[in-house]
């Protein structure tokens, strides 16, 4: 298995594996959407045997109000449902947030399962005194700091891009 940056070729086989992942294509919408927004992502493939089996999107999100610090927002992330329980999502999970990390993010947010996102150091954005735009319970809106302190200081909303509106 690999993981690489996606490209343009990949298109079409990361809306299938979101597709097929979440049985809807929502998400592979966000996908397409996110890709022509301006500002840093991170998206990334998983191969196996040449094929795209999973796909994860890092995307700029913001503190309403606030400026001085980078958010990357993780998701969707998908793996093919015949590659899942394999790791894949892990693996795609560490190499996205140590891209975010090396292009300067201060931490990165996901709105997604509490038994899953902790084991890579989420905790609840609650404790940050940071909320989401969404009326979600606490345990699923978490945050994971990339430069410890940036966050000192800091409290809000996080506002997700246009790419997710009626999502």
């Known amino acids: 298995m690999r993981v690489r940056p996606e490209e343009p070729a990949d298109a079409l086989a990361v809306r299938n594996v979101n597709e097929a992942a979440f049985g809807s294509p929502v998400e592979a919408d966000i996908v397409e959407k996110t890709h022509g927004l301006p500002g840093p992502i991170v998206s990334l493939v998983a191969e196996v045997d040449g094929e795209i089996a999973g796909h994860i999107l890092f995307s700029p ?99 997700y891009s246009d790419a997710f509106a009626g999502a």
């Not at 399962?113 to 969404?134: D, N, V």
Request: hydrophobic share 35%; aromatic share 8%.
């Open 61 to 159: 999100v913001r503190i309403n109000g606030e400026r001085s610090v980078s958010l990357m927002g993780l998701g969707p992330m998908a793996v093919a449902p015949s590659h899942q329980r394999q790791g894949i999502g892990s693996k795609l999970v560490r190499a996205g947030l140590q891209r975010c990390q090396e292009q300067g993010c201060h931490a990165v947010v996901v709105l997604g399962h509490p038994e899953y996102y902790p084991r890579f150091g989420f905790a609840p954005a609650s404790r940050y005194g940071i909320t989401s735009e969404y009326d979600v319970p606490d345990e699923v809106f978490m945050l994971l700091e990339l430069q410890p302190g940036s966050l000192q200081g800091i409290s809000g909303r996080v506002v």
